[in-house]
């Protein structure tokens, strides 16, 4: 007869199920490994508007090549402004103070007549990304980032969006792994490890022997958000997170996990 039996580890949930007939035991398992950052973001808005569209066209432009012109004269040897693309939209006042949507602006599309107070707003965020040494001092860390943050005020961009504001008591600078495939390749290790001995011991209590792998699965892998910052987060199934939010707001070692499911034969 087939049954199932339901166990808790303390790095994420592992199931077991015997397979028709007890012929095989299907665990699943998750691995976890704890990596440094070696990436710092800080992310600033180059924005300007104007009554006309060519307008606050033309002054975003120059004010974008002024922020290039301004770090490049600072010589940063270690940091890459990451440009995330224009955007145009035509708005309100009452919209930028956050009371109402702003209006999208194809290219090559005239928007509709709104109201009078209505202004074209043309706005970009750019990613300023520091790539950290492996023992980075902390020292160096925060001098780069007030040079970082003195550049963006010369060049008169802001750390804010035209429609939402900066929180002056959050981080302006976030932290995350350049490339997990390292860390990931460990963490299915260690799922596999897990997965192996939770098996052998379900094969033993049912006076069996454990015998070849019949398959291996992986349900999901690389960078989990954490608790605090995604409160969809299991501790059980730990949820990778997208490229836009994999990063920790403090400068604290990231998990990254690999969950598998794997099948063993039984003898």
Partial sequence: MKFAL???SAVGLVSEVFGQEGNYVRVNATGTVHVKPDVATITAYVSEQAD???E????FNKKKDNLEQVFNKMEFPDV?????GPQLSKTSQSAMAGMAP????APGVAPAADAPDSVFVMQESVNFKIKLDPEVDSDKLQGLTNNILAGIEK???SLSNTFR???PRSSVVSYSIGDAQQATREARKKAMELARQKALNLAELSNRELGKVISVEEVRSGPVASPTSNPSFSPYYPQPVSAASDRSSTFNKIPVASTLTVKFELK
Avoid at 80 to 84: A, D, G, I, P, S
């Fill in 155 to 157: 060049a008169e961009c």
């Fill in 52 to 54: 006309a569209a060519d």
């Fill in 165 to 167: 504001s900066y929180n």
């Fill in 80 to 84: 890459e402004l990451v440009f995330q």
């Fill in 102 to 105: 702003a209006i999208m602006v």
């Fill in 6 to 8: 339901i166990a808790l």
């Fill in 56 to 59: 606050a066209t033309s002054d």
